[in-house]
């Protein structure tokens, strides 16, 4: 009996649970939600992020004093002597490396350049990844706009259709009129189903991008239109501030280091060396081991490092060039958007008027069917231009963002 009211309570606490996940309302992922949470957990971020603690990790003896170990040599063994007695020799070593060219503070130097470097492709990573997020948010948005569009529109079919039918009923229009009629009401649904699929296939893709699981339920909302942003002057005195700039900087502060520590690196690093041993007579040494740089002095790798700085520095030249006629032209773009959306959204109330008036004239039998099915297709037309306008804003608008590094 016990065991069997264990089992209820537990089913009947499972079924409330589910009933209140079931009742629980979707998360609501606007602009500044999608920011956030790609910023944070987008996958190619965190892969980003564990790319920079690999560089950070070049740190770790970096900052050694000598390139190589001091060495230790033990020798010991028996003389045999002609008066026919043995005696035990022996020979203690060490080499201690001294690096007197300065190189150890510039591996240090190029582990932490490194790391920065590591870090501004992080950020162009992360900048990537929520401009992404955004143009699938404002596609998902913009899948439920056509949602709210498509089901407003059917409303509309079944309403002409019923009028049709009551008025083949009365006589007044034959059977032509209310197959039509049904044929826009199938097509309206058909819509509707669609785009009612299209935007949960969005969401889903968007989830993924801001990392969230499958299983949260989530809704995108907020405006697609923001904003004003700076003026385009004051976007060019910033120019500096584009991931690609900065990561093209970085790479270059990275290049110069390095080539300064291949030079260094070809200096000859001596080894003060101490000895003490008996042969046969006990005996103790001093002295200093210099590497004579005649046929090695590191020119390859100074050669190779010198070539990388001067590629750095004309990819930082290019990246300035490119970055100003980019943001330009994402400007213009924007500009061109914007004044497209703003000329479609003056007529919406146009487009609603006329709509209405058409369907209250076929209602009235003043205009036939055809001609409503005209009117209502081009009202529909217009509402999706004024839609696809408000997308091409958004996206203009990210693409500026990610261009000058202000999606945060």
């Known amino acids: ?58 740190r770790t003896g970096a900052g050694v004093l000598a ?86 529109r059917l409303t509309i079919d079944r309403s002409v259709l019923r009028s049709a039918e009551i008025r083949r009923r009365a006589g007044t229009a034959g059977d032509g009129n209310l197959a039509l009629a049904r044929a826009l009401e199938a097509q309206g649904a058909a819509r509707l189903v669609t785009s009612e699929h299209e935007a949960a296939a969005f969401e889903e893709r968007l989830r993924a991008r801001v990392g969230l699981r499958p299983t949260d339920r989530t809704r995108a909302g907020g405006s697609l239109i923001t904003e004003e ?67 090695q002095r590191n020119q390859t790798n100074a050669a190779v490092a010198a070539a990388r700085r001067e590629t750095a520095e004309t990819e930082v030249r290019s990246a300035l060039v490119l970055g100003e006629a980019e943001l330009r032209a994402a400007y213009t773009e924007y500009e061109g958007a914007r004044e497209a959306f703003k000329t479609l959204d003056r007529t919406t109330a146009d487009i609603d008027d006329a709509e209405h008036l058409a369907v209250r004239s076929y209602e009235l039998g003043q205009t036939s069917l055809s001609e409503l099915a005209t009117t209502r297709r081009e009202a529909a037309a217009a509402r999706i231009a004024r839609l696809d306008a408000s997308i091409a804003l958004a996206k203009a608008r990210i693409a500026l963002d990610l261009l000058t590094g202000s999606l945060r």
């Open 1 to 58: 009996m016990l065991q069997r009211r264990f089992i209820a309570l537990a089913w009947l606490a499972s079924a409330a649970g589910v009933t209140n996940i079931a009742r629980a309302e979707p998360r609501i992922l606007d602009r500044a939600a999608v920011v956030a949470l790609a910023s944070a957990q987008a996958p190619s971020v965190a892969v980003a992020e564990r790319r920079v603690e690999e560089a950070r990790a070049a």
């Open 229 to 295: 942003p700076k003026p385009l002057e004051a976007l060019l005195r910033e120019l500096a501030a584009q991931p690609a700039i900065v990561r093209a900087l970085a790479q270059k502060r990275f290049a110069e280091s390095d080539a300064a520590l291949q030079r260094r690196a070809g200096w000859p690093v001596p080894r003060i060396a101490a000895s003490m041993g008996r042969d046969p007579d006990t005996y103790a040494h001093l002295g200093v081991d210099v590497p004579l740089p005649i046929y």
């Open 67 to 152: 390139p190589i170990n001091p060495e230790l040599s033990v020798y010991v063994g028996p003389r045999w002597q002609q008066s026919g007695t043995t005696s035990a020799d022996y020979y203690v070593g060490l080499a201690w490396p001294f690096d007197l060219s300065g190189a150890p503070s510039r591996r240090m130097r190029v582990a932490d350049e490194g790391a920065r470097l590591a870090e501004s492709e992080a950020e162009a990573t992360r900048q990537t990844a929520i401009a992404e997020a955004l143009v699938l948010w404002a596609s998902a948005r913009a899948a439920e706009e056509r949602v709210r569009l498509d089901d407003a």
